[in-house]
């Protein structure tokens, strides 16, 4: 059985990367983003698109398998590209070198992020045995208490923000790498449509931020018990 060499092994690890990015972890930023941002409708819309995601059969298990472990993966890849790289941005600063080392930074802001985030939703709930239909006004106390202050909902606008960015760049850089975008005006059009991609999607995220710190109503279970 052949074994890969030093240079394959950094190319193959490299395109794994790019893709979890993409799927399914960028998928799960889009999807989580939009049932988030149905804050802005009402309280109970997006309470109940909490009770049917807590409601979903098997949900530990797809979380863990499609989520916790693509999200770990990417991760610790990502540290590794940033680790084994020589930035040069100062040398070179043209545009795209800037948005490569900013693809770094703000994928480790990410990443803190994620564990602050994890830290004070998912766990809690995990520790206080929130399932079902009491999963909804759990989660909704915490995050109505989150954003009453200054503090909070800087971490998440600046969380929020460099997830999007992250994303949004990310997908011209999977694009070019994969040889899905050819040509210079290609690519430039795809830069353009990727960013917008990236500012709805950050409106969409800091539109639900706003309405929790203005608006923190409470709510009930749906169905008691």
């Known amino acids: 059985m052949a074994t890969l060499s030093k240079d394959q092994a950094h190319f193959l690890l490299l395109k794994i990367h790019s893709l979890t990015g993409i799927v399914p972890i960028g998928v799960f930023l889009v999807f989580h983003l939009a049932i988030n941002s149905l804050r802005t409708v009402g309280p109970l819309q997006y309470q ?22 693509p999200l770990l993966i990417h991760s610790l890849m990502g540290f590794y590209v940033v680790f084994s790289g020589k930035p040069n941005v100062l040398r ?3 545009a795209r070198n800037w948005l490569y080392t900013l693809q770094r930074l703000t994928g480790g802001v990410v990443f803190v992020f994620l564990v602050y985030h994890m ?20 989660l909704i106390d915490i995050l109505n208490q989150e954003f009453q202050t200054w503090t909070g909902r800087i971490i998440y606008l600046v969380g929020i923000f ?50 929790f710190s203005f608006h923190p109503i409470p709510v009930t279970p749906t169905v008691e018990g």
């Open 162 to 211: 460099s997830a999007t960015f992250h994303f949004s760049n990310g997908l011209w850089a999977f694009c070019i790498s994969w040889g899905i975008i050819i040509g210079q005006t290609a690519q430039r059009n795809a830069g353009v449509l990727f960013t917008l991609v990236g500012i709805v999607l950050t409106l969409l995220g800091f539109a639900t931020v706003m309405e």
């Open 92 to 94: 070179y600063p043209y």
């Open 119 to 138: 830290g004070t939703t998912v766990v809690p709930k995990i520790m206080e045995g929130k399932t079902l239909f009491a999963a909804a006004p759990f």
């Open 48 to 69: 109940l698109s909490i009770d049917f995601i807590n409601n979903l059969p098997f949900l530990f298990g797809i979380e863990v398998l499609f989520i916790y472990i």
